[in-house]
């Protein structure tokens, strides 16, 4: 069995354009570029909002997701996009989505 690389967050900054928040991920010798869409921030927590805040709060979780979408083929061309069904499906398994502290101090 292959082990699994670890994705990490890397420059640039987490950022918005246009509508979506956007963040780079690599596994040291790739780089994705994570589009968060604004329905996905707005799903993440109540009350439902867009925001560079909200996108570096929960930047890990986005990773996290981003990730597993990696590690499943799903990235096109060095993108992954995260969308409100995928913030959907973990809260109903999860029940509620936790930060943490370290997510603000990776951002």
Excluded at 44 to 65: G, N, Q
Excluded at 86 to 104: C, K, N, P, Y
């Amino acid at each position: 069995m292959q082990e699994e690389t670890e994705i990490h967050l890397c420059e640039p900054a987490p950022f918005i354009y246009f509508e979506n928040g956007q963040i780079a991920v690599t596994d040291g010798s790739s780089v994705w570029l994570v589009i968060v869409t604004c329905e996905a921030m707005k799903a993440t927590a109540a009350p439902p909002e867009k925001s560079l805040k909200r996108l570096v709060r929960y930047v890990e979780f986005y990773r996290d997701l981003a990730a597993a979408s990696i590690r499943r083929g799903e990235d096109v061309d060095g993108k992954v996009w995260v969308r409100e069904s995928d913030v959907l499906a973990v809260r109903a398994s999860r029940g509620s989505i936790h930060h943490s502290s370290r997510a603000l101090d990776n951002a």
